[in-house]
């Protein structure tokens, strides 16, 4: 099994194509218990005209996809920025072991800055989560992309 930052340098690496695409740098990956990349995606809601066509939505989907099963018991999702309620959501009903994040997002992030939405005792599964991977990668990406597109006066 290699390392959450070999993992989190992958979503990085799909964070670069959503910016590259003029979306928001967020990338990520599914990850099953062997230790294997199952999925990969990168935020898409411009492109697809999709509100819920976030990173984390479509790893999921496609590691579904592959297993032939929305359960992805024993998989982990590495995710470039702190999911929004969403994404949250998605990680608990996927039944994903564990999901593990780069950067915190103070404005919408469900997982430590807005809420612990995920520590909620209604929920009857709980997903391990592993905040603050390779984060100032994530930072620098994410204030470069609304840097060039907000400049300032």
Known sequence: ??????????????????????????????????????????????????????????????????LGNYRLDGCTLYVTLEPCMMCAGAAVNARLARLVYAAAEPRTGMLESRANLLAQPWFNHRVAVTPGVLAPASKRLLKQFFAARRPVA
């Open 1 to 66: 099994m290699r390392s959450d930052e070999y993992y989190m340098h992958r979503a990085l690496d799909q964070a670069h194509l959503a910016a590259g695409a003029g979306e928001v740098p967020v990338g990520a990956v599914v990850v099953d218990a062997a230790g294997d990349i199952m999925a990969a995606a990168h935020n898409a809601p411009l492109a697809e005209c999709d509100p819920c066509a976030h990173a984390e939505v479509a790893a999921l989907r496609a590691a579904g996809r592959a």
